[in-house]
Nanobody, 124 residues
Framework: QVQLVESGGGLVQAGGSLRLTCAASEGTFTKNAMAWFRQAPGKEREFVSGISRSGLTTSYADSVKGRFTISRDNAKNTVILQMNNLKPEDTAVYYC?????????????????WGQGTQVTVSS
């Protein structure tokens, strides 16, 4: 059973930056794609960014392109989401997840393991 622990969330003003880290408990992490999702109150969980097993391919939701950067370190079992130029509409609980495939998918149901989430709040 893979355990994922997110950290780095918090309260920031619009235009600010946060760095989210997801640490996995074991090596299954290195076999599959990883992704960040987010869920705002009253809304469905949505794909934010994903990274392939090798780290060579990344994908971003249109709403975060150019502002967020995803990376992974398979030796350390971590994936990082660098978030710059944050906007109030980025406010949500952010979750990292391990996918079933080595390639990136954007569907919630293609991810088997989830962290507990970290709150990101952006004030205007």
């Amino acid at each position: 059973q893979v355990q994922l622990v997110e950290s780095g969330g918090g309260l920031v003003q619009a235009g600010g930056s946060l760095r989210l880290t997801c640490a996995a408990s074991e090596g299954t992490f290195t076999k599959n794609a990883m992704a960040w999702f987010r869920q705002a109150p009253g809304k469905e969980r949505e794909f934010v960014s994903g990274i392939s097993r090798s780290g060579l391919t990344t994908s971003y939701a249109d709403s975060v392109k150019g502002r967020f950067t995803i990376s992974r370190d398979n030796a350390k079992n971590t994936v990082i989401l660098q978030m710059n130029n944050l906007k109030p509409e980025d406010t949500a609980v952010y979750y990292c997840a391990v996918g079933r495939l080595t390639s990136i998918t954007t569907t919630v149901y293609e991810y088997d393991y989830w962290g507990q989430g970290t709150q990101v709040t952006v004030s205007s």
